[in-house]
């Protein structure tokens, strides 16, 4: 079966960065979408960062472009998010993603598009 395992997380300072980690196994193909969502105390889980593996083109939530980067390692079947100039905002328990199918319907940020998902990684940014 499909599993993710999420890694990476941490607290760090405003301005600081991390760099989270996500390795999939149960499957082969590499024609999916994967994603970095998040989801804070009494908000709705929303996407950050996407990737669609076969061609690696990415997507990013405005919130996060130009801080945060999405990245894979297929020979390791790894996914990344490398966040820079964190913010207080930021705050939130980030979970790593895989698509349902091999398409998207909703959208790569979209958590209706996403079935498979790791159990999660805290990342805490102090003032």
């Known amino acids: 079966q499909v599993q993710l395992v999420e890694s990476g997380g941490g607290s760090v300072q405003a301005g600081g960065s991390l760099r989270l980690s996500c390795t999939a196994s149960?499957?082969?193909?590499?024609?999916?979408?994967m994603g970095w969502f998040r989801q804070a105390p009494g908000k709705e889980r929303e996407g950050v960062a996407g990737i669609y593996t076969r061609d690696s083109t990415t997507y990013y939530a405005a919130s996060v472009k130009g801080r945060f980067t999405i990245s894979q390692d297929n020979a390791k079947n790894t996914l990344y998010l490398q966040m820079n100039s964190l913010k207080p905002e930021d705050t939130a328990m980030y979970y790593c993603?895989?698509?349902?199918?091999?398409?998207?319907?909703?959208?790569?940020?979209?958590?209706?598009?996403?079935?498979?998902w790791g159990q999660g990684t805290q990342v805490t940014v102090s003032s």
């Open positions: 993603a895989r698509s349902t199918y091999v398409y998207r319907r909703y959208g790569a940020l979209d958590p209706r598009d996403y079935s498979y």
């Open positions: 149960g499957y082969t193909a590499n024609s999916y979408y």
